[in-house]
């Protein structure tokens, strides 16, 4: 059975993750962390080239991740941008 593990903070890994599971949980946070940065990349490329100012204020990001160990070492990135009461949600999965 997958256990679930809300994270906000290094601190939650150490508090919260099973020793023996930090590094597979830490490769997954990599990888999140890798695809959020791709899509904040092409985001940004896409409002210039759309006229648009992407600030802090127009992006969303998670507070939290939600940790699923289940072994398969997917994970899931999303980044929301809104302006003017439209929005764009990218998404990935590995």
Do not use: F
Not at 4 to 26: A, F, G, H, T, W
Not at 27 to 35: I, M, P
């Amino acid at each position: 059975m997958s256990e679930k593990y809300n994270l906000k903070s290094i601190m939650d890994i150490v508090r919260k993750v099973p020793e023996d599971r930090i590094e597979d949980c830490l490769d997954e946070l990599c990888q999140l962390v890798r695809n959020t940065s791709a899509m904040w990349n092409q985001a940004k490329k896409a409002c210039e080239q759309s006229g648009i100012d992407l600030t802090d204020e127009l992006v969303k990001l998670p507070d939290a991740i939600d940790w699923i160990d289940d072994n398969l070492g997917q994970v899931t990135a999303e980044v929301k941008i809104t302006e003017d009461g439209d929005s764009i949600t990218l998404k990935t999965k590995l």
